[in-house]
């Protein structure tokens, strides 16, 4: 595999940081998580936009622009054959000094990862996912806002270490308020009647990319779509759940802390945006050529 780092495509031996760059330090920088699908890259422009505006909300300048970085994605995806696969675009603060002061860091890193995508199991999509509601908070909005897609997922990772110690492979995560957020690296949605419906950003949800085109699409099918402060009732007495993400594209979601959603089956709004999704990204991006 070839790696992208900082202007060079490098053996995957060889691409190295330093023990000092503050993203590893201190989870300072910001990335994306992008797919490809038969030679395209799937909304690479708007995946760079939103790289920039996280980056911008902590101040962090990219040595690139946004048509340059497009480019390198492209370049790193073409020397890797990742024709239908997932990359991971990260910019690290760089190299700076053993303290929290992020300007002691005098060059950001860009690196550009080009693979395989992965998935939840088949089985999954086509029974469905059973979570479960846990007990770590997403991060109040004014502490570290979800729409920075920055380095220190620890609050996601310790909600996902509650799910799979519960027996699941996914978690509801409620803000500090008590209503629903979002899943750990997931969107939510719920279905009731012709309704299509999703915590607004404000309760500490991503505005992924995902669950925006799944909301655009589904306003095309005649579902009346809107952002709704959602509680763990919403969801229990949801006709149909699923969530959306970059990897996970759209899943079902059958049972919530062991109650059954709807039929506890996968419903046939969830099925359909999901080949509807599926056709719609297969078939537009960005050529890898």
């Not at 059958?254 to 709004?269: F, Q």
Request: glycine share 10%; net charge positive.
């Amino acid at each position: 595999m070839k790696i992208y780092l900082n202007g060079k495509l490098v053996p995957e031996k060889d691409a190295k940081v330093s023990v000092f760059d503050h993203g590893l330090l201190y989870g300072d920088g910001v990335f994306e998580g992008i797919r490809s699908y038969n030679g395209r890259v799937f909304m690479l422009g708007e995946h760079i936009a939103r790289l920039f505006r996280s980056a911008k909300a902590i101040d962090l300048k990219i040595p690139m622009t946004q048509a340059g970085l497009a480019k390198a994605v492209v370049r790193t995806c073409l020397a890797n054959r990742t024709l239908n696969g997932y990359i991971r675009l990260v910019v690290t603060r760089g190299v700076g000094s053993l303290g929290l002061n992020p300007y002691s860091c005098v060059k950001p890193q860009i690196i550009i990862i080009a693979g395989n995508i992965q998935l939840y199991p088949k089985k999954h999509y086509d029974d469905g996912l059973s979570i479960v509601t846990v007990g770590t908070l997403r991060n109040h909005t004014e502490s570290l806002n979800p729409q920075i897609k920055s380095l220190n997922y620890l609050n996601n990772v310790l909600a996902k270490i509650e799910a799979i110690n519960s027996g699941c492979m996914e978690a509801v995560m409620l803000n500090p308020q008590g209503f629903v957020a979002e899943a750990t690296g997931d969107n939510i949605f719920v279905v009731r009647g012709n309704s299509l419906l999703t915590p607004p950003s404000w309760c500490g949800t991503l505005e992924g990319i995902t669950r925006n085109t799944v909301m655009d699409l589904a306003i095309e099918a005649g579902l009346a779509v809107r952002e709704e402060v959602l509680t763990r009732y919403d969801l229990y007495t949801a006709d149909e759940v699923f969530l959306t993400g970059t990897a996970a594209e759209v899943i079902p979601v059958v049972k919530i802390d062991r109650r059954s959603i709807g039929s506890g089956k996968p419903g046939a709004v969830t099925r359909q945006l999901a080949r509807t999704y599926h056709q719609y990204a297969s078939s537009h991006g960005t050529p890898i050529q």
